[in-house]
Each structure stands twice: as structure tokens, then as C-alpha cells.
């Protein structure tokens, strides 16, 4: 394994050049947070970034920062913490799910990070405003710019997000931020089952209040974070009397589904990132974890179509249109991606990610939604401009099959 270690954007390119020239397949990793996701696969040589590291501008009044892309999230957050601002997409980590380390800003990125505010904010995609960084013939280039408002031609920087490092090497990148809500309160209703939870929460993100996190815990994810049963959670931010005024309209508007209780700020935080990091499934380790996107109004049922099959334990966020469900591991050589994708098929459509399984399950299962025939010829055009000699992270995403 041949191992290259830049300290800047020009010994990146020269790095990314030499791979080209050889023709030789290379594997990127920031901080290595999320190495566990993708297909597993033995690249011949490496690209280490981690020492790309540093905020290059942070100016708070305009609302942007910049920052090389190794950049742990926690050292951008505590910056901006520090200012009364955030990432307001909360972007997740993978701490909880592989015992790994802080994720990198240009991972953020190139995983198209979320958290539970998506249904406010967006992702990552939404959020970011440029980049610099090396294509797979070894250039380097530049997209987008440090200003909030700067929409001229395409917008590369947003058709990189996702593409978990099959395209490009990002070396410096640039986000939005926006200000750190005053306070946080989180709105709480007890014991309903998951077909009546998902209804309080539709009706919640359709009532004015500005909902900013939707999320129902069934009993076992509910019990790992405290509560004595299932949960179904509402979250608002603002400042303190905004909070009071739409917690008490929530509260009247969801009273024939339960009682509501009130979580305070400290205890709001601390749930919304376990929720945000899947902490409730993270432990034992050998359990299979799968991402499943699909509408709001089917999630229970999914969900529930997918325990009639395989012993699980599920939990929802996003209105119920994200599940995040444990599988045990003997589900199968494929980790019950048929049934699976099958499931979401005839519930309308969605995405299922294999987010944690062993390597011998990855190496044979694809770990992405594979894509239907027209996006997947648009996917290929895209890496045949942006990596046409197919060196970086050859088959990680599947795409190519
Ligand atoms: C070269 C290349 C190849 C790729 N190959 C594949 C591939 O084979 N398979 C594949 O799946 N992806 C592939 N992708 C990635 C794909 O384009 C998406 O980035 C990926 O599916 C993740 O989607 P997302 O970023 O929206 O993430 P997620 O957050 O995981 O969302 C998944 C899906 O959920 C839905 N969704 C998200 N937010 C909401 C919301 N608020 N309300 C309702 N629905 C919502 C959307 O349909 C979204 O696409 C490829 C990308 C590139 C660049």
C-alpha cells in the first residue's frame, strides 16, 4: 500500500496526478469517520488528508466560514458555537454507530451530512457554498464562493455532496452558517403506537409552529435514552417566548393523542443529538443497521412489514419518513436487502443504505439504493467528467454495475 500524506491543495493534485498516470485506484479518507460505509474494497494506494486541517475564513457577520478539509465538524462547531452560530443542517456523526472519531468537513460533504432539522434546514447539499479541490486527472479547480449569494452557472459544489469521494478530492470548502437558536424545548408524548405517533407528528409539521425535529421512539429505542415507554417527540427553537407560545398551541393542538410533557433546553440537546447520532441502535455491534428514506405517512408501516420478517428494532425521525432500523445478523447473506427494497418498492418508493454490516456482507450487497436506469447514466456522465480514468474509489458506491 502506497500511503500519501499532502500538507497541502498542490501535493493533493500532485498525489491524485501520479495515481492518474499509473492508472492506479485511490482511496481518500479525511479523518476516516465513516470508512465503514460503502462497499469494502483494497486500494493499491491512499490519500491521507488529515493534515489539511485549519479554518482558512470564518467571518460571522456574513454569515460563512471556510475551512481546509480535514477539519474535524467538532473544532468548526465549537468556533461557531462560540459565536451564537451553528451548522444548521446538524450534521450527524458515525461515532456512535462505528467507534470512530470526529467526521471531517469535506466528509460532511461528500456524505451529504443531515441531522434531525432536515425537515427545516436541508443537508449538507443545501448548505454548502464552494469548494476547492483536484479532479481525477489530477487539476485542481475551484466552484461556487464565500458569499451567500453567488448562483452563476452550476453549482458543482452541491453535485458533489453525496458522491462519498467517487468524483473529486475536496480540499478546501466553504458553508453557510446561520445563528444558534436562543433556547430549545422539546414536546413529548407518551405510549402511542407508531401508526398513530407518525399522524401527531404529520399533524405537528402541518400546524404553524415551526417544528425543527419530528422523531417517534417505540419502547426499546425510547427505554435506551430514559423514557419508560414509547416516546414521540416534537422540537422547537427560538427565542424563549417564540418556544413558550408555539409549545403551548402544539401542545392543544396534539391533546387527543396523549398529554404532552415538556423537555427544558439541556435535556432537549443532549435527545436530539443521540437521535441524530442512532444512538438507541448503536449497541451490540453485530447488528446490521439500515437507513430507509420513503413519505412520512408509510414509515410505520414499513417499518412494520420488515419485523414481520426479521426480529428488529426500529426508530423514526424526519415525520416518520426516516428509519433507522437494527437487524440481527443472521438476517441473511444479503442483510435483508431484498425484502427490504422490496418493502419500499410497494409502499411507493424510497432509499434503503446498508449503513453497518460486516465486510463480507458489504463486499456482496449493494449498500446504496441502486439506481434506476436514467439517473444511473446521468451518475456515469458525471464521473466520466469529473474522474474519466475511474481512479478514485472504484466500485465504493456500486455505481458502475
Ligand atoms: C457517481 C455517483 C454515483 C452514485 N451512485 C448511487 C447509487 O448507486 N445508489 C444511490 O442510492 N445513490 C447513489 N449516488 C448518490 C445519490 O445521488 C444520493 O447522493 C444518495 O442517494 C443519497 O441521497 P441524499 O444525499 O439525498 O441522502 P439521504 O439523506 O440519505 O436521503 C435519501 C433520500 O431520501 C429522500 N429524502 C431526503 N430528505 C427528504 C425529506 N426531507 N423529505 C422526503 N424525502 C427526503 C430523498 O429521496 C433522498 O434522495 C451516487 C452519487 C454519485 C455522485
Redesign the pocket.
Known amino acids: 500500500m502506497s500511503l500519501s500524506v499532502p500538507t497541502d491543495a498542490n501535493e493533493a493534485a500532485a498525489s491524485v496526478a501520479e495515481a492518474a498516470s499509473l492508472r492506479a485506484p485511490l482511496s481518500i479518507t479525511g479523518l476516516g469517520s465513516k470508512s465503514a460505509l460503502g462497499a469494502p474494497w483494497n486500494a493499491s494506494r491512499r490519500l491521507d488528508l488529515s493534515k489539511l486541517n485549519g479554518v482558512t475564513l470564518y467571518e460571522p457577520e456574513e454569515l460563512v466560514i471556510s475551512a481546509l478539509a480535514a477539519t474535524p465538524i467538532e473544532t468548526i462547531e465549537a468556533l461557531l458555537s462560540a459565536n451564537g452560530q451553528e451548522l444548521a443542517f446538524e450534521p450527524m456523526s458515525f461515532g456512535a454507530l462505528y467507534g470512530t472519531g470526529p467526521g471531517s468537513l469535506g466528509g460532511c460533504l461528500m456524505a451529504?451530512l443531515?441531522g434531525p432539522r432536515?425537515?427545516k434546514a436541508g443537508?449538507a447539499?443545501d448548505h454548502v457554498l464552494g469548494l476547492k479541490g483536484v479532479s481525477g486527472r489530477g487539476e485542481q479547480f475551484k466552484c461556487g464562493g464565500t458569499v451567500v449569494k453567488n448562483v452563476t452557472g452550476y453549482d458543482l459544489a452541491r453535485g458533489l455532496?453525496?458522491?462519498f469521494g467517487?468524483?473529486a478530492v475536496a480540499t478546501e470548502l466553504t458553508f453557510k452558517v446561520l445563528p444558534r437558536a436562543e433556547t430549545v424545548a422539546t414536546l413529548a408524548l407518551p405510549g402511542l403506537p407508531p401508526k398513530a405517533a407518525i399522524e401527531a407528528l404529520c399533524s405537528a409539521m402541518g400546524a404553524p409552529v415551526d417544528v425543527s425535529g419530528a422523531a417517534h421512539l417505540p419502547p426499546f429505542s425510547a427505554q435506551t435514552l430514559g423514557f419508560s415507554d414509547s416516546v414521540t417527540l416534537l422540537r422547537l427553537e427560538g427565542f424563549a417566548p417564540s418556544v413558550n407560545e408555539r409549545f403551548e398551541r402544539l401542545a392543544e393542538t396534539l391533546k387527543s393523542f396523549a398529554i404532552a410533557t415538556r423537555l427544558d433546553a439541556a435535556a432537549s440537546r443532549s435527545l436530539w443529538t443521540a437521535i441524530r447520532d442512532v444512538a438507541p441502535l448503536a449497541d451490540p455491534r453485530e447488528k446490521i443497521i439500515w437507513?430507509i428514506?420513503v413519505a412520512p405517512t408509510v414509515g410505520h408501516s414499513v417499518a412494520a412489514a420488515i419485523g414481520a420478517k426479521y426480529q428488529s428494532e426500529a426508530f423514526f425521525d424526519?415525520s416518520g419518513?426516516l428509519i433507522w432500523i437494527a437487524l440481527d445478523p443472521d438476517c441473511g447473506p444479503d442483510a435483508g436487502a431484498e425484502l427490504i427494497r422490496g418493502v419500499i418498492t410497494v409502499h411507493g418508493g424510497?432509499?434503503a443504505?446498508l449503513v453497518r454490516a460486516p465486510d463480507e456482507i458489504r463486499a456482496i450487497t449493494h449498500i446504496?439504493?441502486?439506481?434506476p436506469p436514467a439517473l444511473k447514466a446521468l451518475?456515469r456522465r458525471?464521473?466520466a467528467e469529473f474522474d474519466p480514468l475511474g481512479i478514485f474509489e472504484p466500485g465504493r458506491?456500486?455505481?458502475e454495475d
Open positions: 451529504n443531515s432536515r425537515i443537508a447539499r455532496a453525496g458522491s467517487t468524483l437507513k428514506s424526519w419518513g424510497g432509499h443504505t446504496f439504493q441502486p439506481q451518475s458525471l464521473k458506491m456500486q455505481a
